[in-house]
């Protein structure tokens, strides 16, 4: 079952930004979950991003399941109870959406559904005189 349908009823947040921009997000505040592993998925990958998948990850305390393997992520734990996403130097592949939860065992508590738009944007035009 892929977590998608899980969370279809949650309320998203849409973000909509320029291409080369960066995005930061609080994705949740909670002591409940401090200690959880935690999990930061692109929608469009359903293999990956399924609960069937998610036993075998390794026990890290991150886990970004995004389109590149190299992308531009940062997860960052401010030490109360507070999680931001950082992803720098979007790009027009990075629009889609994304969801943030937490492992219970092998299942996965939702927390957060972002809707990311990157836009192409054309430079400002500047006039000498």
């Given at each position: ?101 937490v492992l219970d065992g ?24």
């Open positions: 079952m892929p977590l998608t349908s899980t969370i279809s009823g949650m309320k998203m947040q849409e973000v909509i930004k320029i291409q080369g921009e960066s995005l930061i997000v609080k994705a949740f505040c909670s002591q409940q979950h401090v200690q959880a592993e935690i999990v930061w998925c692109k929608e469009e990958l359903p293999k990956e991003c399924s609960l069937e998948k998610l036993i075998s990850f390794s026990r890290s305390r991150w886990k970004r399941l995004t389109t590149q393997p190299d992308q531009r992520v940062i997860m960052n734990d401010l030490g109360n109870g507070c999680i931001y996403v950082f992803m720098s130097a979007l790009q027009s592949e990075d629009t889609g959406i994304y969801w943030f939860g092998p299942n996965i508590i939702p927390l957060r559904k972002i809707r990311v738009i990157v836009q192409k944007g054309n430079l400002p035009l500047t006039c000498f005189n």
